[in-house]
């Protein structure tokens, strides 16, 4: 079955950055889109970014285009969040999945920008 870990969360001042990872397994990483959605205290869960299997299409959320970046290694299963430029309003429990698969997610991890 779908077995999503993701890790790299953590306390950060606003202004600095973070990388959080996420690894697959139980499909053919390799063939899926991955996402990363996010869920702050109190909301809904919200779409943060999207990377196509091979990499050649990335979507961002409007609130962090031009400050995160999302990449793959599907040679490690892979996917990859680079934030940069944090703000509070970051602040929340980021969640890997597979694209298509509203059913399967990570335990999440959490990032916390605050000074």
């Known amino acids: 079955q779908v077995h999503l870990e993701e890790s790299g969360g953590g306390l950060v001042q606003p202004g600095g950055s973070l990388r959080l990872s996420c690894v697959g397994s139980?499909?053919?990483?390799?063939?899926?889109?991955m996402k990363w959605y996010r869920q702050a205290p109190g909301q809904e869960r919200e779409f943060v970014a999207t990377?196509?299997?091979?990499?050649?299409?990335?979507n961002f959320s409007g609130s962090v285009r031009g400050r995160f970046s999302i990449s793959r290694d599907n040679s490690q299963n892979t996917v990859y969040l680079q934030m940069t430029n944090l703000k509070p309003e970051d602040t929340a429990v980021y969640y890997c999945?597979?694209?298509?698969?509203?059913?399967?997610w990570g335990q999440g991890t959490q990032v916390t920008v605050s000074s």
């Open positions: 999945g597979v694209w298509g698969d509203d059913d399967n």
């Open positions: 990377i196509s299997a091979h990499s050649n299409f990335v």
């Open positions: 139980g499909f053919t990483f390799s063939e899926k889109g």
